[in-house]
């Protein structure tokens, strides 16, 4: 029946199952926690890995205005998920917001869309990782074998100015998507104090790398600051802004984190807008600055398929005894992000099984450490086939297109439920409804329309198979749709 594609699960059973599981949230945080929180999920590997090749490849050092840009989709995302945040205060992110709100069908597609953030967000944050790798050991002498640390499809440069091509697979990539989810087998996870700490080591790094280059900067390297557009649509002019922007948006996946904690906030309709928009002004601003001070140690222009430009643009200040210092703060940084990529996708695919919609495979749970560990394992493989073998500029297109697309239906959502739920309880409201949504969707849209093309192809052909999967397996097998056609 065409009317099962838009039953709705309900909120009832949702708060149920989540009784049952004892997900019992204390309100315990404030504005600045929340702030802290959002940080702390902001800053990763978008920054320290696609700068450089959004500011080569399309805004040259007008990649600050592209952070900008995707910081203002960001905030009108972010205030649409934090209302759904506070009517669904459950796991399971934005697939569990619309298969109450707006149907089974929309849940599938945005759960199935969460793949191409989560699953190849890991598979680029690892290919970035191995970058940061390589030039720590090269740093000591250490030269790994070309065939085994790169793609067949890229080339590699490091800061000194050593060019590694040639190569057959990406192999450090893989073995840590491997590692990382073996500890999520055995059920490893971070403690607060860990997690507070690696706030603040980011933040540190950031930091310390604008202090300390800005004395070095260049003012030759800002010429010209926007460059001439040259002739197709995305590369350099206003167009390349628009199109660093869709690249550079990676860099701000994490922020939804502080919507997830509305339950858990002292005060949501104050405390919600804060911790949204306060941690996004202030990674736009420690963004702006960082990307400044790269492009101005280095010109725009040698940063072409480079997926360590902050190490290229630091060794340009004479500070080698820092170096690999903020090498492993990065590599550091960039595992705890690839472990909550894992983490959560391996949590949506779970959900996704509960209800049906998946092979019950993605929902058996280890005997011994009660996760989902055939769920593990085939992102394991899946992942690390990704970060092997393709190049990290086009895992990072993939992961900004689907995760603006997502975006797109959960401000869509939001607009659609403020017509047909109007008195609804919400702990926490969008204002300015339907601007707010209108314009995350039209900023994600324009930002979507930016990518290379290549980008929208890949998105069709991967919706087209969930859609193929969903029809052929996931409609006959949902639980909920069982329940309808039975009543």
Known sequence: MANQLWIRKPLARLQEESSDEGNQLKRSLGASSLVALGIGAIIGAGLFSLTGIAAAEHAGPAVTISFILAAVGCAFAG??????????????SAYTYSYTTMGEFVAWII??????????????????WSRYLLEFLNGFGIQLPVELVCSPLETVKLSDGTIIEGGMINLPAILIVWLLSLLLIRGTQGSAFMNNLLVVVKVAVVLIFIALGWSHIDPANYTPYIPANTGEYEHFGWSGIATGAAVVFFAFIGFDAVSTAAQEAKNPQRDMPIGILGSLAVCTILYVLFAHVMTGLVNYKLFANDAKPAATAFAQTGYDFLQNGLIVAILAGYTSVMLVMLLGQSRVFYTMSKDGLLPKFFSEVHHKFSTPWKTNIFFMLFVSVFAGFVPVSDLGHMVSIGTLFAFCLVCAGVWMLRRKMPDAPRSFKAPLVPFVPLMGIIVCLYLMYSLPI?????????LGLGLAIYFGYGKKNSILGKEYKNS
């Open 79 to 92: 205030l649409c998920y934090a209302e759904f945040a506070s009517m669904i205060p459950i796991a399971g």
């Open 111 to 128: 759960g199935w869309d969460l793949v191409l953030e989560y699953a190849l967000g890991a598979a680029t944050v690892a290919v970035s």
């Open 454 to 462: 290549e980008s929208w192809y890949r998105l069709a052909i991967w």
